[in-house]
């Protein structure tokens, strides 16, 4: 089993940035895949980035792109999401994920273990 722990969220102003973290625990996962999703108020969960096992390549939804950077620390167990220029639009609370397998995905179905979220509000 994974235990997954967001951190990091909070308050910004539009074109602020913030960097979420993802700790886990119960085991490595640097086999994994993880990837982070978020959910605004009334909307469905959206994929936003993953990285696979060894965090040389990563995929973004194009709304993110060129603006969030997704890496890991295996050696910390943690994963990160530097989110630079934020809208409005990015508010949400964020999820991070793991995936036993080795690539990186954007369908939640793929993942097993969820961290329990944090909140990142950006005002305009």
């Known amino acids: 089993q994974v235990q997954l722990v967001e951190s990091g969220g909070g308050l910004v102003q539009a074109g602020g940035s913030l960097r979420l973290s993802c700790a886990a625990s119960g085991r490595t996962i640097s086999r994994d895949a993880m990837g982070w999703f978020r959910q605004a108020p009334g909307k469905e969960r959206e994929f936003v980035a993953a990285t696979n096992w060894s965090g040389h390549n990563a995929v973004y939804r194009d709304s993110v792109k060129g603006r969030f950077t997704i890496s890991r620390d295996n050696a910390k167990n943690t994963v990160y999401l530097q989110m630079n220029s934020l809208k409005p639009e990015d508010t949400a609370v964020y999820y991070c994920?793991?995936?036993?397998?080795?690539?990186?995905?954007?369908?939640?179905?793929?993942?097993?273990?969820w961290g329990q979220g944090t909140q990142v509000t950006v005002s305009s």
């Open positions: 994920a793991a995936d036993p397998g080795y690539y990186a995905s954007e369908y939640a179905s793929e993942y097993n273990y």
